[in-house]
């Protein structure tokens, strides 16, 4: 397949890495232009294009793996000549205190945060990779059937686009389990119980079921105060969000 990688941090080099290794075309993008990617291109074999060329090559799938609040700066057209069948992958995250800053909607849980990007994107997005360590996403893909393989939630509302993900998600050695509506997908964002905790389909299944499918005032206050934990310890790790 053609993939377009708009983002290249962890979770965008550890998927050009995999990616390519599987015979696949990857196209890889940063802010900063194709001539800062050198490194990237030689340690992922993926090609360093533009966003714009990104989007343009991804001809099966694109990912877009930016830091939520760089969400905006994309260009507006980015996706106008992409085709509708095309997925576009979000694997963003809310960090509010280490990087972000705080977004209203996401405050309130009027939206989930791919909701928010989608709206930022003008393009129905396809949710995945953004509860599992990068590290692991290189390094534990296993083979369909091998017990304890890892899941992977995967929420949108496209059915045909969340069908090839899920399938591109098994190509690269986890589970797909399906998170049902992007407007479900809270229950994979931060401070959620499944948030990197690498569960496999049958308890990642359990876990959804147990949650419901409408977030709970009392649910979503849970789960800002147990990520604004995790931002104050990894704070306190001198851990740094770029």
Known sequence: MNIGIIGAGHIGSALAVRLTSLGHNVYIANSRGPETLKDVAQKTGATPVTAEEAARHGSDIIVVTIPLKNIPDLPKDLFASVPAEVPVIDTSNYYPHLRDGQIAELETGSLTESEWVQQHLGRPVVKVFNNIYAD??????????????????????????????????????????????????????PGTPSYGADLPADKLREHFESLGTERTEAQHAEYLA?????????????????
């Not at 296993?142 to 017990?147: D, H, K």
């Not at 949108?156 to 993900?165: L, N, P, R, Y």
């Not at 604004?228 to 306190?236: P, R, S, V």
């Open 136 to 189: 692991h996403l290189q390094n534990k893909g296993q083979a369909a059937g091998t017990p304890g393989r890892i899941s992977l939630p995967v929420a949108g509302d496209d059915a045909a686009a969340k069908q090839k993900v899920m399938a591109l998600v098994d190509e690269l050695g986890f589970d797909a389990v399906d998170d049902g509506t992007l407007h479900q997908s809270w229950r994979q964002q």
């Open 226 to 242: 147990n990520h604004a934990k995790t931002e104050q310890a990894m704070e306190a790790q001198g851990i740094k969000l770029k």
